[in-house]
């Protein structure tokens, strides 16, 4: 079931690569579709009383113990959701600036989305943890050529600068994963499923210098403050599809590595390092959100922004208790929803100004009203008003925030004002007053765009009234996490 | 005195390395005696079919050999007691194999260079000179190279099957000396490659040297050359221990010099540069195959009772030849001097493998030993690396070779093909996942910090680090920088080079993705012969 | 370099002797010091001696086969005739030219000399005898490897000859040492392997043994192939007529002693008449039995092979070779010198490594009295095959047409690679710069050889 | 070492009779100096003057050298196996044979391609 | 004994020296030629020491192996000189960085 999910982008990568030029959007559009209708599929047929399900256990190294082992439980699926939802409208809002300026061709950019779809799908399902470090790696060569090969001048810096972050981030993790593996080897199994790793009674020294690996990789992949300076680059140089690619899809594995291997695996770890994380977390919020308010660049500016989301969901993670934990994992599939809304609608308006500088727009409600629209509600998505699906999940976080100290919890909430300040700024600066574009009259999204942005904008508002269904999905995976980290629940949330 | 006793030669055990032997002296035959006309295509028949013939030789003994007293080895000790054909040996030997016919390959291909191969067609003519004007008015070659590389072949498979230390020396230098004379016979460039082989000549030599004073030290320590008497003498602490100190450190240099560890690596960079790329192409990954497999031997068989004074030894070697090689390979920009930097950091990682060595008590049931690691590793790297310098070869200007890594921007456009196959062979030797070479670094990784050497595993990740940013520059430079001047140009060459790419390719694909078999082979292969 | 194999094996003899057996060699290394000394003296002395009887001898043999008198003035039938050269160069003035490399030019004579007396050391002049009172063998000494000590000590020579034409700092010197080196390293190997045959049947590398070995036969008749390749490259390598190329006046005037006078000059004569007879004493030794007495006179007189009598019969054999030394001087031409060089490297060596196989494979089967004779036919007929194909295989006419002299003007970037010109005039500058020996076309090493055939 | 002091002592008088030669021959003889008889004698003319180094020479004789040691060092195997081949018989024999032939084979490939010619 | 490894130990070291400070190819090869017979000494006067035949036997295959390389490093070198007229190492030094 979960193979050929992985399957179903993977096969369309390499059909892309192979139809004949003229289908080669078609094809990819029709595989993205796929994926999502098969996603949904999968989704229905999941059980929403947590656990792992619709698991798979192949022998793939034996003489390592490694495996080829998928399995879904409600962090998962959320995350195969939002990533399967995702690709579509990309695809679409790439639809016609995929040709880069040297001609390289839609074929190899829908190809490259379809294999990073593809890996990031085989990310959220491993649960080997070998398997799970082979495809997180694998995901950045697609992103890496994504990055490179489409989008402005200084890409190639951009990617490569990217690439080295996080395959060193990646070979950290490694050392962790290997480490992980010794240990079980010590114990005398050696293995790497995580429900082998997660039985070992691990020593409390060895599993801190595992969880520093672990966390340090996560860290460079969500990002987290000290580790999150290649972001800003790669999103102001990269095309906006790609940036909802790696900030929506990829960068979620960050913060969903943290949830299924230093709390899972390591949980006595993790609660030894809380504070510091804590820490990080908060400085994260804070400081994205205050260096993305004098960005004048639109697309570093949302890049910037989720460096202060990311934060907000790393700090639901370590704060230890149910709200928390369900408030952030909530909060990675709303992230993502809102932040593609951003990044997309920010590209439209791009292609239509010919700048990516916020100092050289102005007045585009006036001529593309729905633009103009969507864009205000993914701002103020982003600064979590009530009514729109962050709202839900920052809130949730917050008051967990709280109950870990009142400290924390208040810097949380300064954050929001902070995020209201970018947020709005950056709508009155774009889109009120003169127009400096000089492109006058912008045009208006047309259907095609706004057949892209619509599902968004909807889904924010949908499970900002009702998101029940996700928490549904969410809360026995947070209770289950949270019992194995020996936190005893005082009561869930809702 | 004593009477004569017969040694018995296992002719059967050993009809891989007797047919490569068989071989070259068939070739050099058939240089005396056969029409010029005839030559190349004899040669490289005879060739092809001996490494072919050796190999079915290798398969058929792995399947017959067996259990080796009772013990976790399996195979023979041939010739009384010089050479062990065991699991490990067998497994050298078919990886040479492989890579030499792949070598060969990339030695007959004569595509690329409008109809001559990449070879001196007069070696002796001196560049510039009507002697040498004529030669290559003439058409001239040396198909010499060919019986020359199986006399090189032949004693990469002595090298690490040898079971002694007058064996281990005869082997080195049969697998060295027709290397020397190969690295000089480049076509274009001469001056250059003659310098590369008096360098690699002259170090080679001063190596085998220390190589054989070491050994010297050795057997007047133990009193023999054989390396189970000589671990039985180190066990039982007999004679004064310096002799053994100082022997181990010589044998050390001598062999550390052959695989490129870091003090020793001078003539890497400038034997790859210099010397003619099919034969780096064949050297590179031939000689670390067979080289590290008779360091394996001799630390593992004849000093694994002394590891605790080797082992410290190899940590800051391994360390050393990590960095080092990966910093330097970063100021470079030449393509050849790059891949023989990272040549050097690889050595570095292999040796976190050899220091891996735990006794098999230690181990737990189906953990991966670090034997089985380094073998394993070995099969990436050498077929990753011979596929990249293959690639290498095509790369062209007019005047040959383009090996500036300035002249290299924009390949990707002048030949996404070449160019994504390259990239794939520098993210193999990068280590990056679905590539063979991350599986060999996981299992060379995993044997170390079993033998609990987390500080040489960490310092291993952190060059991996380093490493990474060296080979995504290359594939930068391919893909995403401006071409200079008229930009780089692709010859396509004949099916020859063109099998040895892909066959690179693929493999190192395959074991990306399903190391199982190859692992199990390694595994299967067992312990050494003690 | 030239010699490295056998004098590096000077040095190991030593232990060797630990796993040899030393049944034969008992009698050796028993000598008190006088007798050592004595017996050292009077080798000396018998060879300076020697060498002036054969000088003499040669001239006188000569001259009647040339129909003249030869030397007849001083002493009795002109036999004090070498004495007084001797002393007359010993007068000559001493010349060492500006452009000689002193040292070496002045050591050359010595290293020269001093193997040629010490190769003597080990050769049987007889048996034991009572010496003074004291019973020892007629012999300094001799040991497991005998044989092998004197071959090594006999190369060292041929570094005198080297030293000497190669110090002297003149072209003919040169190309005279190099010659007489090359002649001599060619002949040494025919020369080695002819021996080997020797050491087959006698089992042992001990002169006094080999000698020992042959009271029933003499090695030169059962082998008689390796006695003739050794007779013919023992000529070689003392540089005798009729391959006496490096003294060729006419080619090189004296060859490597062209810059040499006086007692030096003389060192070198000394040298050249000790070798001849040494070869001879060799070739008694090993094939014709050593001092033991010719077939029948054994039979006819007990005493034969007793006392000093064996002294005689050793000098008698050894006079039969230097008259044959003689002899081929006297009557044969000189040869040319590829016509020299093919002699030895084409036929010698081949028939040598051939006799070698042979004589094994005889001796096998008379040691294990049978042998698989369809597999020795089949061996046998599969080598003729072999040979007699690749002969024909492969005409040697399959060259490409001589080199076409390009016109074209020197590409300094041939290769790509910038290559300096030639020095005009070629390598070598100066007032006769024709003369050259440097040509492009006579260096070419042994791979590129094959466009000049 | 029995056995090789005798050599010692032979070797040391040949070395003092030839060194005393040497020596005597720089005193005994008349001096009388002259430029031209100190040069290199070459037939009379003026002599080419040597480069440094020695002067350069047939590559040929080089050839030579290295045949030479090549069949030097067969000859050392070959001697203590004759010395030895009773006690090896046919399994010697065949060993012998076997090396002999390799040994042949380069020495026909040397034979073949001119090695051994002489102009 | 002792004192045929120490002289041997010498003689390899000045051959090492030699290796390393000598400028001119051919010394410098002489040299390692030097080292390699310097092991032969340590090899016989073990073979000695233990009495056993062993370190004999090494010495002969190093004596191969030395020609063979006399034999390689010759054509080498030759070939060097004959294109540069020069047989110094430190003229070869095209190959850097």
Same mark, same amino acid.
């Given at each position: 079931m979960l193979t050929v999910l992985i399957l179903v982008p993977l096969v369309g990568a390499l059909a892309v690569a192979f139809v004949p030029r003229a289908q080669v959007r078609p094809v990819g559009l029709a595989f993205g579709l796929a994926s999502l209708a098969y996603g949904l599929l999968v989704a229905s047929r999941y059980?929403?009383?947590?656990?792992?399900?619709?698991t798979e256990t192949h022998t793939w190294i034996e003489a390592m113990g490694v495996h080829y082992a998928l399995g879904l439980d409600g962090l998962g699926l959320m995350m195969v959701l939002l990533t399967v939802a995702i690709v579509p409208p990309v695809m679409l809002a790439s639809?016609?600036?995929?040709?880069?300026?040297?001609?390289?061709g839609a074929r190899s950019f829908f190809a490259w989305v379809l294999a990073l779809e593809a890996m990031s799908l085989a990310v959220y399902t491993a649960t080997d943890v070998l398997l799970f470090y082979v495809v997180f790696e694998a995901t950045l060569i697609p992103a890496y050529f994504l990055i490179g090969g489409f989008g402005r001048s200084g890409r190639g810096r951009a990617a490569t600068k990217f690439l080295i972050y996080q395959l060193a981030g990646g070979l950290i993790l490694l050392a962790s994963v290997i480490g992980l593996y010794v240990v079980s080897a010590d114990a005398g199994n050696p293995s790497f499923l995580i429900s082998d790793l997660a039985a070992l009674d691990i020593d409390p020294v060895t599993q801190r210098w595992l969880f520093v690996g672990f966390f340090v990789a996560f860290a460079i992949k969500a990002p987290i403050f000290p580790f999150h300076t290649w972001l800003a680059d790669t999103s102001e140089k990269a095309t906006p599809s790609t940036s909802v690619l790696l900030v929506?899809?990829?960068?979620k594995i960050g913060t969903f590595g943290m949830l299924r291997?230093?709390?899972?695996?390591l949980p006595d770890a993790s609660q030894w390092a809380t504070p510091v994380v804590v820490v990080l977390a908060l400085i994260s919020i804070v400081y994205g959100a205050l260096i993305a308010i004098g960005q004048d660049d639109v697309l570093r500016l949302i890049g910037l922004t989720s460096l202060s989301h990311f934060g907000f969901i790393v700090l639901g993670i370590f704060v230890f208790n149910a709200t928390g934990g369900t408030g952030a994992i909530l909060y990675m599939v709303n992230h993502g929803i809102a932040t593609a809304l951003m990044f997309l609608v920010a590209g439209f308006l791009i292609n239509r100004?010919?700048?990516?500088l916020i100092s050289q727009m102005g007045g585009v409600e006036k001529h593309a009203p729905i633009l103009a629209g969507s864009f205000l509600i993914g701002g103020l998505a982003a600064c979590g008003l009530?009514?729109?699906?962050p709202f839900v999940s920052e809130v949730m976080v917050i008051i967990a925030a709280f109950d870990h100290h009142w400290l924390v919890g208040s810097v949380a909430v300064l954050a929001i004002v902070l995020a209201a300040i970018y947020a709005l700024w950056m709508y009155q600066r774009t889109m *009120? @007053?003169?127009?400096? *574009? @000089?492109?006058?009259?912008?045009a208006d999204l047309d259907r095609r765009e706004v057949g892209i942005v619509a599902p968004l904008v909807l889904a924010l508002v949908l499970f900002g009234f009702f998101p029940m269904p996700l928490l549904d999905v969410i809360n026995p995976f947070v209770h289950d996490s949270l019992t194995s980290v020996g936190i005893s629940l005082e009561g869930g949330p809702q | 005195m004593t009477d004569f006793v017969k040694p018995s030669i296992d002719y059967f055990e050993l009809s891989p390395l007797l047919v490569v032997f068989a071989v070259a002296c068939l070739g050099v035959v058939v240089e005396a005696f056969f029409p010029r006309a005839l030559r190349y295509r004899a040669q490289v028949v005879v060739a092809l079919v001996g490494l072919v013939a050796a190999l079915v030789g290798v398969v058929l003994v792995a399947r017959a050999v067996t259990t080796y007293d009772d013990g976790a080895a399996r195979g023979v000790l041939a010739v009384g007691g010089t050479v062990a054909v065991d699991g490990p040996s067998l497994f050298i030997w078919g990886l040479v194999l492989a890579l030499a016919i792949a070598g060969v390959l990339l030695f007959a291909?004569?595509?690329?260079d409008g109809g001559v191969?990449?070879?001196?067609?007069?070696?002796a003519a001196v560049p510039g000179t009507d002697a040498e004007s004529a030669s290559i008015a003439a058409h001239r070659?040396?198909?010499e190279i060919y019986p020359l590389m199986m006399f090189a072949v032949f004693g990469m498979m002595l090298f690490p099957a040898a079971n002694d230390l007058l064996t281990m020396f005869v082997g080195l230098e049969v697998l060295s000396l027709p290397l020397y004379l190969l690295s000089g016979?480049?076509?274009?460039r001469r001056l250059l490659s003659q310098e590369a082989a008096l360098k690699y000549f002259l170090l080679g030599a001063f190596s085998s040297g220390f190589f054989l004073y070491g050994a010297a030290l050795l057997y007047g320590y133990a009193?023999?050359?054989?390396f189970a008497a000589i671990n039985e003498a180190v066990r039982n602490d007999v004679g004064s221990s310096s002799l053994l100190l100082i022997g181990t450190g010589l044998l050390s240099v001598g062999l550390l010099f052959k695989v490129g560890a870091v003090p020793f690596q001078a003539w890497t960079p400038d034997v790859y540069q210099g010397a003619p790329t099919p034969v780096v192409a064949f050297m590179a990954a031939g000689t670390k195959v067979a080289a590290f497999g008779a360091l394996l031997r001799l630390f593992y068989v004849a000093l694994g009772a002394d590891r605790w004074s080797w082992q410290p030894m190899l940590w800051i070697i391994a360390i050393l030849s990590m960095f080092v090689g990966t910093i330097l390979a970063m100021t470079q920009s030449d393509i050849k001097r790059l891949l023989a930097y990272s040549s050097v950091a690889h050595t570095g990682f292999i040796l976190v493998g050899v220091i891996g060595?735990?006794?098999?008590?230690?181990?737990?049931?189906?953990e991966i030993t670090s034997l089985q690691a380094v073998l394993f590793y070995l099969a990436t790297y050498g077929f990753a690396t011979i596929g990249a310098f293959a690639v290498v070869s095509l790369v062209r200007d007019s005047g040959g070779e383009t090996t500036a890594l300035a002249r290299w921007a924009g390949l990707g456009k002048e030949s996404p093909v070449v160019a994504a196959v390259f990239a794939f062979f520098l993210l193999a030797l990068a280590g990056?996942?679905?590539?063979?070479g991350f599986v060999g670094k996981l299992a060379v990784f995993s044997a170390a910090l079993a033998a609990g050497a987390w500080p040489v595993v960490v310092a291993a990740i952190a060059a991996s680090i380093l490493a990474v940013a060296l080979y995504v520059r290359v594939i930068k430079v391919m893909f995403f920088d401006e071409p200079v001047g008229e930009g780089p140009s692709v010859t396509y060459p004949s099916v020859l080079t063109a099998t040895t790419i892909a066959v690179g390719a693929v493999v190192t694909l395959v074991l990306g993705i399903v190391p199982g078999p190859v692992l199990d082979l390694a595994a299967v292969a067992g312990e050494f012969i003690r | 370099m030239m010699s490295l194999g056998l004098e590096t094996l000077a040095a190991p003899p030593a232990v060797l002797a630990a796993d040899l057996p030393d049944v034969g060699l008992a009698?050796?290394?028993?000598?008190?010091w006088w007798v050592i000394l004595l017996k050292a003296v009077l080798i000396f002395v018998v060879l300076v001696v020697l060498t002036l009887f054969n000088i003499w001898f040669e001239r006188r043999v000569v001259a009647r086969m040339q129909h003249r008198v030869g030397?007849?003035?001083?002493?009795p039938f002109g036999l004090l005739q070498s004495l007084a050269d001797g002393v007359k160069l010993a007068l000559k003035e001493d010349i060492i030219p500006t452009a000689a490399d002193k040292v070496v030019f002045l050591l050359a004579p010595v290293i020269s000399v001093v193997p040629a007396f010490v190769?003597?050391?080990?050769?049987?002049?007889?048996?034991?005898v009572n010496f003074f009172g004291h019973q020892t063998p007629l012999q300094l000494t001799d040991m497991p490897v005998a044989v092998l000590f004197m071959l090594a000590i006999a190369s060292i020579g041929i570094y005198g000859i080297v030293l000497g034409g190669w110090s002297s700092g003149s072209t003919y010197s040169l190309l005279g040492g190099l010659r007489s080196s090359a002649q001599m390293i060619s002949y040494e190997v025919a020369m080695g392997l002819a021996l080997v045959a020797v050491f087959l049947y006698a089992?042992?590398?001990s002169t006094s043994e080999i000698v020992a070995a042959?009271?029933?036969?003499?090695f030169g008749l059962i082998l008689l192939p390796s006695f003739v390749i050794y007779v013919i490259s023992m000529v070689g390598e003392t540089n005798r007529?009729?391959?006496?190329l490096p003294e060729a006046e006419g080619e090189l005037?004296?060859?490597?002693?062209?810059e040499y006078s006086s007692l030096k000059f003389a060192l070198f004569f000394l040298a050249e008449y000790i070798n001849l007879a040494t070869v001879s004493a060799i070739a008694t030794t090993l094939?014709?039995?050593?001092?033991?007495?010719?077939?029948?006179i054994e039979q006819l007189w007990?005493?034969?092979?007793?006392?000093?009598?064996p002294v005689l019969w050793f000098f008698g054999k050894v006079f039969c070779f230097i008259f044959l030394f003689v002899w081929l001087r006297g009557s044969l031409p000189r040869m040319r010198y590829d016509q020299f060089m093919a002699l030895g490297w084409k036929v010698l060596i081949p028939v040598s490594l051939a006799w070698i196989v042979a004589v094994a494979t005889i001796r096998v089967i008379s040691l294990e009295g049978e042998i698989n004779r369809t597999y020795l036919v089949a061996a046998i007929a599969v080598l003729l095959v072999l040979t007699v194909g690749l002969m024909f295989l492969?005409?040697?006419?399959?060259?490409?047409?001589?080199?076409?002299?390009?016109?074209?003007?020197?590409?300094?970037?041939?290769?790509?690679f910038p290559v300096p010109p030639m020095p005009a005039g070629g390598a070598v500058r100066g007032a006769?710069?024709?003369?050259?020996?440097?040509t492009d076309r006579t260096t070419v090493t042994a791979a590129a050889e094959e466009n000049h055939e | 070492m029995q056995l090789y002091t005798p050599i010692l002592a032979l070797a040391l008088l040949a070395t003092g009779f030839a060194v005393f030669s040497v020596i005597m021959s720089a005193f005994v003889g008349p001096k009388r100096y002259n430029r031209v008889k100190v040069?290199?004698?070459?037939?009379?003319?003026?002599p080419t003057p040597q480069p440094a180094g020695g002067g350069r020479f047939p590559v040929k004789y080089f050839i030579t050298a290295m045949l030479f040691i090549v069949f030097d060092i067969e000859i050392i195997f070959l001697y203590p196996w004759a010395v030895n081949f009773d006690q090896m018989a046919l399994f010697g024999l065949v060993e012998m044979a076997l090396f002999i032939a390799t040994v042949f084979v380069a020495y026909a490939y040397v034979w073949r391609r001119g090695g051994l010619d002489w102009d | 004994m002792t004192e045929y490894v120490v002289l041997s130990a010498i003689l390899f070291t000045i051959g090492c020296v030699g290796v390393l400070t000598r400028r001119n190819a051919i010394v410098v090869f002489m040299c390692v030629e030097l080292m390699l017979n310097a092991c032969n000494l340590a090899f016989v006067a073990f073979a000695r020491q233990h009495g056993n035949l062993d370190g004999q036997i090494t010495a002969f295959f190093v004596m191969v192996v030395a020609a063979a390389e006399v034999v390689i490093g010759l054509a080498i070198i030759m070939t060097i000189f004959r294109t540069r007229r020069s047989a110094s190492v430190d003229d070869a030094s095209l190959l850097k960085y």
């Amino acid at each position: 079931m979960l193979t050929v999910l992985i399957l179903v982008p993977l096969v369309g990568a390499l059909a892309v690569a192979f139809v004949p030029r003229a289908q080669v959007r078609p094809v990819g559009l029709a595989f993205g579709l796929a994926s999502l209708a098969y996603g949904l599929l999968v989704a229905s047929r999941y059980d929403v009383d947590g656990g792992m399900q619709m698991t798979e256990t192949h022998t793939w190294i034996e003489a390592m113990g490694v495996h080829y082992a998928l399995g879904l439980d409600g962090l998962g699926l959320m995350m195969v959701l939002l990533t399967v939802a995702i690709v579509p409208p990309v695809m679409l809002a790439s639809w016609k600036e995929s040709e880069s300026p040297e001609g390289r061709g839609a074929r190899s950019f829908f190809a490259w989305v379809l294999a990073l779809e593809a890996m990031s799908l085989a990310v959220y399902t491993a649960t080997d943890v070998l398997l799970f470090y082979v495809v997180f790696e694998a995901t950045l060569i697609p992103a890496y050529f994504l990055i490179g090969g489409f989008g402005r001048s200084g890409r190639g810096r951009a990617a490569t600068k990217f690439l080295i972050y996080q395959l060193a981030g990646g070979l950290i993790l490694l050392a962790s994963v290997i480490g992980l593996y010794v240990v079980s080897a010590d114990a005398g199994n050696p293995s790497f499923l995580i429900s082998d790793l997660a039985a070992l009674d691990i020593d409390p020294v060895t599993q801190r210098w595992l969880f520093v690996g672990f966390f340090v990789a996560f860290a460079i992949k969500a990002p987290i403050f000290p580790f999150h300076t290649w972001l800003a680059d790669t999103s102001e140089k990269a095309t906006p599809s790609t940036s909802v690619l790696l900030v929506c899809v990829l960068d979620k594995i960050g913060t969903f590595g943290m949830l299924r291997f230093c709390l899972g695996l390591l949980p006595d770890a993790s609660q030894w390092a809380t504070p510091v994380v804590v820490v990080l977390a908060l400085i994260s919020i804070v400081y994205g959100a205050l260096i993305a308010i004098g960005q004048d660049d639109v697309l570093r500016l949302i890049g910037l922004t989720s460096l202060s989301h990311f934060g907000f969901i790393v700090l639901g993670i370590f704060v230890f208790n149910a709200t928390g934990g369900t408030g952030a994992i909530l909060y990675m599939v709303n992230h993502g929803i809102a932040t593609a809304l951003m990044f997309l609608v920010a590209g439209f308006l791009i292609n239509r100004t010919g700048t990516t500088l916020i100092s050289q727009m102005g007045g585009v409600e006036k001529h593309a009203p729905i633009l103009a629209g969507s864009f205000l509600i993914g701002g103020l998505a982003a600064c979590g008003l009530p009514g729109l699906s962050p709202f839900v999940s920052e809130v949730m976080v917050i008051i967990a925030a709280f109950d870990h100290h009142w400290l924390v919890g208040s810097v949380a909430v300064l954050a929001i004002v902070l995020a209201a300040i970018y947020a709005l700024w950056m709508y009155q600066r774009t889109m *009120t @007053g003169a127009d400096r *574009t @000089g492109v006058a009259p912008v045009a208006d999204l047309d259907r095609r765009e706004v057949g892209i942005v619509a599902p968004l904008v909807l889904a924010l508002v949908l499970f900002g009234f009702f998101p029940m269904p996700l928490l549904d999905v969410i809360n026995p995976f947070v209770h289950d996490s949270l019992t194995s980290v020996g936190i005893s629940l005082e009561g869930g949330p809702q | 005195m004593t009477d004569f006793v017969k040694p018995s030669i296992d002719y059967f055990e050993l009809s891989p390395l007797l047919v490569v032997f068989a071989v070259a002296c068939l070739g050099v035959v058939v240089e005396a005696f056969f029409p010029r006309a005839l030559r190349y295509r004899a040669q490289v028949v005879v060739a092809l079919v001996g490494l072919v013939a050796a190999l079915v030789g290798v398969v058929l003994v792995a399947r017959a050999v067996t259990t080796y007293d009772d013990g976790a080895a399996r195979g023979v000790l041939a010739v009384g007691g010089t050479v062990a054909v065991d699991g490990p040996s067998l497994f050298i030997w078919g990886l040479v194999l492989a890579l030499a016919i792949a070598g060969v390959l990339l030695f007959a291909e004569r595509h690329l260079d409008g109809g001559v191969s990449a070879f001196a067609g007069q070696a002796a003519a001196v560049p510039g000179t009507d002697a040498e004007s004529a030669s290559i008015a003439a058409h001239r070659e040396h198909t010499e190279i060919y019986p020359l590389m199986m006399f090189a072949v032949f004693g990469m498979m002595l090298f690490p099957a040898a079971n002694d230390l007058l064996t281990m020396f005869v082997g080195l230098e049969v697998l060295s000396l027709p290397l020397y004379l190969l690295s000089g016979l480049a076509r274009r460039r001469r001056l250059l490659s003659q310098e590369a082989a008096l360098k690699y000549f002259l170090l080679g030599a001063f190596s085998s040297g220390f190589f054989l004073y070491g050994a010297a030290l050795l057997y007047g320590y133990a009193g023999s050359m054989d390396f189970a008497a000589i671990n039985e003498a180190v066990r039982n602490d007999v004679g004064s221990s310096s002799l053994l100190l100082i022997g181990t450190g010589l044998l050390s240099v001598g062999l550390l010099f052959k695989v490129g560890a870091v003090p020793f690596q001078a003539w890497t960079p400038d034997v790859y540069q210099g010397a003619p790329t099919p034969v780096v192409a064949f050297m590179a990954a031939g000689t670390k195959v067979a080289a590290f497999g008779a360091l394996l031997r001799l630390f593992y068989v004849a000093l694994g009772a002394d590891r605790w004074s080797w082992q410290p030894m190899l940590w800051i070697i391994a360390i050393l030849s990590m960095f080092v090689g990966t910093i330097l390979a970063m100021t470079q920009s030449d393509i050849k001097r790059l891949l023989a930097y990272s040549s050097v950091a690889h050595t570095g990682f292999i040796l976190v493998g050899v220091i891996g060595l735990q006794t098999s008590d230690q181990l737990a049931d189906g953990e991966i030993t670090s034997l089985q690691a380094v073998l394993f590793y070995l099969a990436t790297y050498g077929f990753a690396t011979i596929g990249a310098f293959a690639v290498v070869s095509l790369v062209r200007d007019s005047g040959g070779e383009t090996t500036a890594l300035a002249r290299w921007a924009g390949l990707g456009k002048e030949s996404p093909v070449v160019a994504a196959v390259f990239a794939f062979f520098l993210l193999a030797l990068a280590g990056i996942p679905l590539t063979a070479g991350f599986v060999g670094k996981l299992a060379v990784f995993s044997a170390a910090l079993a033998a609990g050497a987390w500080p040489v595993v960490v310092a291993a990740i952190a060059a991996s680090i380093l490493a990474v940013a060296l080979y995504v520059r290359v594939i930068k430079v391919m893909f995403f920088d401006e071409p200079v001047g008229e930009g780089p140009s692709v010859t396509y060459p004949s099916v020859l080079t063109a099998t040895t790419i892909a066959v690179g390719a693929v493999v190192t694909l395959v074991l990306g993705i399903v190391p199982g078999p190859v692992l199990d082979l390694a595994a299967v292969a067992g312990e050494f012969i003690r | 370099m030239m010699s490295l194999g056998l004098e590096t094996l000077a040095a190991p003899p030593a232990v060797l002797a630990a796993d040899l057996p030393d049944v034969g060699l008992a009698q050796f290394g028993q000598d008190p010091w006088w007798v050592i000394l004595l017996k050292a003296v009077l080798i000396f002395v018998v060879l300076v001696v020697l060498t002036l009887f054969n000088i003499w001898f040669e001239r006188r043999v000569v001259a009647r086969m040339q129909h003249r008198v030869g030397p007849n003035v001083h002493g009795p039938f002109g036999l004090l005739q070498s004495l007084a050269d001797g002393v007359k160069l010993a007068l000559k003035e001493d010349i060492i030219p500006t452009a000689a490399d002193k040292v070496v030019f002045l050591l050359a004579p010595v290293i020269s000399v001093v193997p040629a007396f010490v190769v003597w050391a080990v050769i049987p002049f007889g048996p034991e005898v009572n010496f003074f009172g004291h019973q020892t063998p007629l012999q300094l000494t001799d040991m497991p490897v005998a044989v092998l000590f004197m071959l090594a000590i006999a190369s060292i020579g041929i570094y005198g000859i080297v030293l000497g034409g190669w110090s002297s700092g003149s072209t003919y010197s040169l190309l005279g040492g190099l010659r007489s080196s090359a002649q001599m390293i060619s002949y040494e190997v025919a020369m080695g392997l002819a021996l080997v045959a020797v050491f087959l049947y006698a089992g042992s590398m001990s002169t006094s043994e080999i000698v020992a070995a042959q009271d029933r036969l003499w090695f030169g008749l059962i082998l008689l192939p390796s006695f003739v390749i050794y007779v013919i490259s023992m000529v070689g390598e003392t540089n005798r007529a009729p391959f006496d190329l490096p003294e060729a006046e006419g080619e090189l005037v004296g060859g490597f002693h062209t810059e040499y006078s006086s007692l030096k000059f003389a060192l070198f004569f000394l040298a050249e008449y000790i070798n001849l007879a040494t070869v001879s004493a060799i070739a008694t030794t090993l094939f014709l039995g050593g001092w033991a007495a010719p077939w029948g006179i054994e039979q006819l007189w007990d005493g034969a092979n007793s006392g000093y009598w064996p002294v005689l019969w050793f000098f008698g054999k050894v006079f039969c070779f230097i008259f044959l030394f003689v002899w081929l001087r006297g009557s044969l031409p000189r040869m040319r010198y590829d016509q020299f060089m093919a002699l030895g490297w084409k036929v010698l060596i081949p028939v040598s490594l051939a006799w070698i196989v042979a004589v094994a494979t005889i001796r096998v089967i008379s040691l294990e009295g049978e042998i698989n004779r369809t597999y020795l036919v089949a061996a046998i007929a599969v080598l003729l095959v072999l040979t007699v194909g690749l002969m024909f295989l492969g005409d040697r006419k399959d060259q490409d047409a001589p080199f076409e002299v390009s016109d074209e003007p020197h590409d300094a970037f041939a290769g790509g690679f910038p290559v300096p010109p030639m020095p005009a005039g070629g390598a070598v500058r100066g007032a006769a710069a024709p003369l050259t020996f440097a040509t492009d076309r006579t260096t070419v090493t042994a791979a590129a050889e094959e466009n000049h055939e | 070492m029995q056995l090789y002091t005798p050599i010692l002592a032979l070797a040391l008088l040949a070395t003092g009779f030839a060194v005393f030669s040497v020596i005597m021959s720089a005193f005994v003889g008349p001096k009388r100096y002259n430029r031209v008889k100190v040069d290199s004698y070459e037939c009379g003319i003026e002599p080419t003057p040597q480069p440094a180094g020695g002067g350069r020479f047939p590559v040929k004789y080089f050839i030579t050298a290295m045949l030479f040691i090549v069949f030097d060092i067969e000859i050392i195997f070959l001697y203590p196996w004759a010395v030895n081949f009773d006690q090896m018989a046919l399994f010697g024999l065949v060993e012998m044979a076997l090396f002999i032939a390799t040994v042949f084979v380069a020495y026909a490939y040397v034979w073949r391609r001119g090695g051994l010619d002489w102009d | 004994m002792t004192e045929y490894v120490v002289l041997s130990a010498i003689l390899f070291t000045i051959g090492c020296v030699g290796v390393l400070t000598r400028r001119n190819a051919i010394v410098v090869f002489m040299c390692v030629e030097l080292m390699l017979n310097a092991c032969n000494l340590a090899f016989v006067a073990f073979a000695r020491q233990h009495g056993n035949l062993d370190g004999q036997i090494t010495a002969f295959f190093v004596m191969v192996v030395a020609a063979a390389e006399v034999v390689i490093g010759l054509a080498i070198i030759m070939t060097i000189f004959r294109t540069r007229r020069s047989a110094s190492v430190d003229d070869a030094s095209l190959l850097k960085y």
